[in-house]
């Protein structure tokens, strides 16, 4: 199958700073990524969806100065939470949607913690 | 709007007996419907996917699932439950090609030995 990779797997960072979360799709190009968060015990949710050259699609509740997406190639889209706060710490999953398998592929996830 | 509803946050099964999560959907046009695995710190695995065709999906791992129209159903089954597959399961749905993925909640399947 399709692989989608994610860095860091993990981030430690200091509230205040800035954190960028990368997800590749390794094997083929991906026109559309998908950003989700996950709390312990529940479920994902989608916080945006990202195209390939143009804005990413924000869901209702999340805020786009917060969380930056950026899909600068057919191959990586990032996160980047910006003056993270406790609040932020999650699981952080991207997906990237493969039109030929008609599914998305997932990556590993980032566990950000914020201190 | 679609969404799925996963009944049973925790199932507990004897290793060797049937595994059976379930899911119900609510769609207003014919969904695509998928259920994913996810093992501790990971990311998600798809199990399986309804696409229209063939109602009784058969997937990976032994697991299959049998879409029902009638009943707006989409439940998980294994006849017998190994040790490796205690995981948390989510159901999904998607209402077009590329759409975004709506998930449930998601059940916590535990294997006794």
């Known amino acids: 199958g399709a692989v989608v990779s994610q860095h860091p797997s993990r981030v430690i960072c200091k509230s205040g700073t800035s954190v960028k979360i990368e997800c590749r799709s390794l094997?083929?190009?991906?026109?559309?990524m998908f950003w989700y968060r996950q709390f312990p015990k529940q479920s994902l949710m989608l916080m945006a969806t990202s195209n390939e050259g143009s804005k990413a699609t924000y869901e209702q509740g999340v805020e786009k100065d917060k969380f930056l997406i950026n899909h600068a190639s057919l191959t990586l889209s990032t996160l980047t939470v910006t003056s993270a706060h406790p609040e932020d710490s999650s699981f952080y999953i991207c997906?990237?949607?493969?039109?030929?398998?008609?599914?998305?592929?997932f990556g590993p996830g980032t566990r950000l913690t914020v201190l | 709007a679609q969404s799925v509803t996963q009944l049973g946050s925790h199932v507990s099964v004897s290793e060797g007996a049937l595994v059976l999560l379930r899911c119900n959907y609510s769609s207003s046009v014919p969904p695509y419907l998928f259920w994913y695995v996810q093992y501790p710190n990971q990311g998600l695995q798809l199990l399986l996917k309804y696409t229209s065709a063939a109602t009784l999906v058969k997937g990976i791992n032994g697991f299959e699932a049998e879409f029902k129209k009638s009943e707006t159903s989409f439940h998980l089954t294994k006849p017998s439950a190994h040790m490796s597959d205690a995981a948390e399961y989510f159901c999904a749905v998607r209402n077009n090609q590329g759409g975004k993925l709506i998930f449930g909640q998601g059940t916590e399947l535990s294997v006794k030995p």
């Open positions: 094997d083929f190009q991906a026109t559309t």
């Open positions: 997906s990237a949607w493969r039109g030929s398998y008609n599914e998305q592929f």
